[in-house]
DNA sequence: GCGAAGCCTTGATTTCAATCAAGCGAAGCA
DNA sequence: TGCTTCGCTTGATTGAAATCAAGGCTTCGC
């Protein structure tokens, strides 16, 4: 797949079509002549469900930009048992600067579809460009938030405010439409019951039961499984605990 | 109390004398000219196991190192469960850049000393000198590396699976000691029982019982209810569950 | 020393989510 | 078409940790 080399009407050359829509990933934060020599090195991936992206000859030993669709990060313990610690959602940058291996697993949850840069490259552009750094620094203190907010989730909240919180952290991600202001969503669920409880620390059967009662109770509709409608967020809201 | 401003054997002076000893601080990713503009600003201060940090005048709009002693970083749910986010140790960098407010607590857990910053000298400082930005970012990586974990361990982990994981945890921070060879610890635990649980997302009756387990089955010892002796780190590691 | 307040431990009981078990429905394949 | 597989739901039972309850240590100030 050919890469987009033309010329943002700002004069500031766009390397990929969708690093020019939101800038949270690596190129919003380069000047002209190192998007363009960046440009040179870096390689587009369209990726199915379910493809291990950590341990892939084509990822391991660079960085990316996921593009669209959703990449679940998880961990295991010793004896399999398994937790989701991140989900990353374009335009966010994965790979981890400064250590060689991480012991974390990534996944295409959905189709994915990345771009992708050689380590060396954007290191070395990370030592010529602080604005780089910068922007880094920002979504890893963002990330860091987020995680705290999980960290209270996982060690406080019930099954039912567990799933709650779910559906909306992924209406926010997901939902185009679903801004702070809007009072609906409707999306498809970017992982399994299985997954979701892996997420929340639950089984798949618990996630399930929650899901019927949220239903059942008129807050939110699925369709298909995996295609859920939130008429009333502010009512999903209040079921969050927080 | 007075700062210390004598000049390293390397010919930087040391702003001071805690940030001479580990270098993950602030301190450590300046040049000679900042430090001591630096050290005009800064401020020492002693505060008694308790006192909240965040809302109290002094620290409201700086940034801290952590000298010595135990900051905890709390968030509460509406209806007042609360869960530990983070634990600062020396010399860890406190303070959350690029945002004004940010819904966590900070607490002093143990008796702590702080040097203080005020936080537009800090974020002029971010943008004249790229080393800093580098070290923040690297502190944010490890803490993001560390909530993962964490995450892992209250989403998936048993309550004395839980309680091990802390103690190793609280071992490799606070004794000296206890580097990564060294088969046994020896430490004073900088929280109250009620702490670790939420700290771990459990209860202090389940926190005490597990510390019972543990101390009847002699894999660890315990003196004056806070004093703690673990023989075998090994021993005590294989009930991590990772 | 004495009393009070916190912190900690222990026991009895309850509860929420896990586990065990079964069946449904859609998708993929022979 | 029928078979298998996978993801999902639902029900019955179990179990781990929460909750409720009481009492024991420390530490403090008086």
């Known amino acids: 797949m050919s890469i987009r080399q033309d010329v943002h009407s700002s004069g500031i050359p766009v390397l990929c079509q969708s690093c020019e829509a939101r800038h949270r990933g690596v190129c919003g934060a ?7 020599g960046l440009a040179k090195t870096s390689s587009k991936h369209q990726v199915e469900a379910g493809v291990e992206l950590v341990g892939d000859a084509e990822t391991v030993g660079s960085y990316s930009n996921v593009l669209s669709g959703v990449v ?34 990534a996944e295409a949850a959905t189709p994915v579809a990345l771009c992708s840069f050689p380590k060396t490259v ?33 060690g ?14 992924i209406a926010r991600n997901i939902d185009p439409a679903a801004n702070a202001s809007a009072p609906s969503a409707s999306f498809d669920l970017p992982l399994t019951r299985s997954d979701i409880g892996d997420f929340l620390g639950l089984t798949t059967e618990t996630v399930s039961r929650q899901l019927t009662r949220l239903r059942a109770e008129g807050v939110i509709r699925i369709e298909n499984n995996r295609h859920v409608i939130i008429d009333d967020m502010k009512r999903l809201e209040q079921r969050c605990g927080d």
Chains 1, 2 share one sequence.
């Open 30 to 36: 380069l000047d002209a002549d190192q998007l363009v």
């Open 122 to 154: 954007i290191e070395r552009m990370m030592k010529e460009s602080p604005g780089l750094e910068h922007r880094l620094l920002k979504q890893a203190l963002n990330e860091l938030d987020e995680a705290r907010d999980w960290i209270v989730m996982l």
């Open 72 to 105: 679940k990060l998880t961990k295991s313990l010793s004896d399999g048992r398994q937790q989701v610690v991140g989900l990353q959602f374009a335009p966010d940058f994965l790979g981890r600067p400064f250590k060689a291996e991480s012991e974390i697993n």
């Open 156 to 169: 406080r909240k019930s099954a039912s405010e567990k799933v709650a919180s779910f559906l909306v952290l």
